[in-house]
């Protein structure tokens, strides 16, 4: 695989040396189509504002995009945070090239067409409306694979817009149609590339879920409005026979950093198990390094272990520094891993967890050193009300560990 990626990048540029580009993006939208499994297309729109800068959508997401270089008769597209990237060649006023996460080996072709901005095209008007709660099983009787989530949608003729959560996080910001009884929603953030696709009756729905062209699985749904996920507090808890977490990770100066270092000792310390490959823990990051910044000069600190699936610790410090300088993330982020971002390995780091579940996982320690909570996962900003919850629920209890 990696021979495919250097041909293909080979192709792209017609020599190492750099060139003065003989085309670049114009202003406006294109449609973008990832070919993933089955023959299906995973589409999302992107506009350009100017050669340098653009926006990718999806729903209510908008990320701009101002990492775009030129050679010979290609264009890199890279957005914020995370490793993916956008390689392609101009054809006429279009783009035909491959989405690329080098670290896993990953390629999906696509075409993007110019001056187009339906998302999906709509063949057949629908009855059906999905708007509500759908109750939801993923890979629903295999083995170790099978999972719950909540459907939460909103239909405005055929447009739809919404997010799966599940015990570990939501799929954030999903956009799509009805197209007659077939339900599609898609997103692209440069990290995942996901696509839904479900036949629809009036109260269940049975479909697929694609992510990239390298996965695929089913998913089952039925309307129940009172429908729930377990708690996200009880999922990971610390083993009987251990008293504390303990850990000792470099930072990007190579200094080792444990929870017994004087800037933790007397304060409340949320340790943030993340990667910055993860879009729900970027969401999280977004959101701890706001809460940091309003309440530093408090018995408070903040530290975050980065398990990355980066191959040398010099590209995973890279994607570090590459994150806290887009989030001006001002706490210590740490390198606990590299080479694979699987979970188990990550539990043998932190071996007094019954195991880690999710990334993102937050683990509240009192100014005594006693672990008061762990929250699996993350409900972010697509989530809607979900995220007011979370924070309002966060916000009550951080202000209580700090008054004690």
């Avoid at 653009?54 to 729903?59: E, Q």
């Avoid at 989405?99 to 110019?114: C, G, H, N, T, W």
Wanted: charged residues 30%.
């Amino acid at each position: 695989m990696k021979k495919i990626v250097a041909l293909l990048l080979v192709s792209l540029v017609f020599s190492c040396e750099e060139k003065q580009a003989s085309k670049t993006l114009k202003n406006g939208t294109y449609r973008v189509v990832l070919e993933v499994q089955d023959n299906e297309e995973l589409p999302f729109v992107f506009e350009v504002e100017s050669t340098s800068e653009l926006k990718i959508f999806n729903a209510e997401e908008e990320i701009v995009v101002n990492e775009v270089e030129y050679r010979n008769d290609s264009v890199f597209i890279k957005a914020p945070v995370f490793e993916g990237y956008i390689a392609a060649k101009f054809d006429g006023e279009n783009l035909k090239g491959s989405f690329i996460k080098e670290s896993l080996d990953r390629i999906v072709p696509f075409f993007a067409e110019y001056q187009n901005n339906e998302r999906f095209e709509v063949n057949t008007i629908s009855e059906q409306n999905v708007s509500g709660v759908w109750e939801t099983v993923f890979s629903e009787g295999i083995e170790d694979d099978e999972y719950i989530a909540k459907g939460i949608f909103k239909q405005e003729g055929e447009k739809v817009i919404g997010t799966f959560r599940t015990t570990t996080g939501d799929y954030r910001y999903l956009e799509g149609v009805m197209d007659g009884e077939t339900l599609k929603l898609s997103t692209f953030d440069g990290a995942h590339a996901f696509l839904f696709t479900a036949e629809v009756s009036d109260s269940t729905m049975e479909g697929t879920f694609y992510s990239g062209n390298h996965w695929k699985e089913s998913f089952t749904a039925k309307r129940n409005e009172t429908y729930e996920l377990p708690s996200s507090d009880s999922l990971t808890f610390i083993k009987d026979d251990y008293d504390k977490l303990e850990f000792s990770f470099p930072n990007e100066k190579g200094e080792m950093v444990s929870l017994n270092d004087d800037r933790f000792k007397d304060k409340v310390v949320i340790v943030q198990i993340m990667g910055t490959w993860c879009p729900n823990c970027l969401d999280e990051s977004k959101y701890y390094t706001k809460f940091y910044e309003t309440n530093r000069d408090k018995d408070l600190e903040i530290v975050a272990l980065a398990f990355e699936y980066a191959k040398t610790p010099e590209k995973a410090f890279k994607s570090i520094e590459r994150l806290k300088k887009q989030l001006n993330i001002e706490y210590p982020v740490l390198l606990a891993q590299y080479g694979t971002s699987d979970k188990a390995k990550a539990q043998e780091k932190l071996p007094m967890l019954n195991h880690v579940l999710s990334y993102p996982t937050s683990i509240f320690i009192d100014k005594k050193g006693e672990v008061r909570r762990i929250h699996t996962g993350f409900n972010g900003p697509a989530t809607g009300e979900k995220y007011t919850e979370f924070k309002n629920e966060f916000e009550r209890f951080v202000d209580e560990l700090m008054e004690e």
